[in-house]
């Protein structure tokens, strides 16, 4: 009912920025947020940042100042911005909506980012 399409990861040096992309089609009519999660290996699944259908952002501490998540509802596409990566940052990233009319999580495919010299 909802696809999640990322784009945008790839490899990119410390210090430097990346956008990933993430574009819902189908039915979104009750999506209340979204996010970007992560995942590095031997790590958990974890919420990098959310933006809900007010607006309202939060990031973990990590990436605070220095990524940023956004929208664009006319394109039904959610961003997020990585400014200063750090080899830290490495790792895959997930969009992620849910669905409360439907009381469902989706998930993009996910995205390889990977900080390195």
């Known amino acids: 009912q909802v696809q999640l399409v990322e784009s945008g990861g790839g490899l990119v040096q410390p210090g430097g920025s990346l956008r990933l992309s993430c574009a819902a089609s189908?039915?979104?009519?009750?999506?209340?947020?979204m996010a970007w999660y992560r995942q590095a290996p031997g790590k958990q699944r974890e919420v990098v940042a959310t933006?809900?259908?007010?607006?309202?952002?939060s990031y973990a501490d990590p990436v605070k100042g220095r990524f940023t998540i956004s929208r664009d509802n006319a394109k039904n596409t959610v961003y997020l911005q990585m400014n200063n990566v750090k080899p830290e940052d490495t790792a895959v990233y997930y969009c992620?909506?849910?669905?409360?009319?439907?009381?469902?999580?989706?998930w993009g495919q996910g995205a390889q980012v990977t900080v390195s010299s």
């Open positions: 933006i809900t259908t007010g607006g309202s952002t």
């Open positions: 189908g039915n979104i009519f009750s999506i209340n947020y």
């Open positions: 992620n909506a849910w669905d409360g009319g439907r009381r469902h999580n989706y």
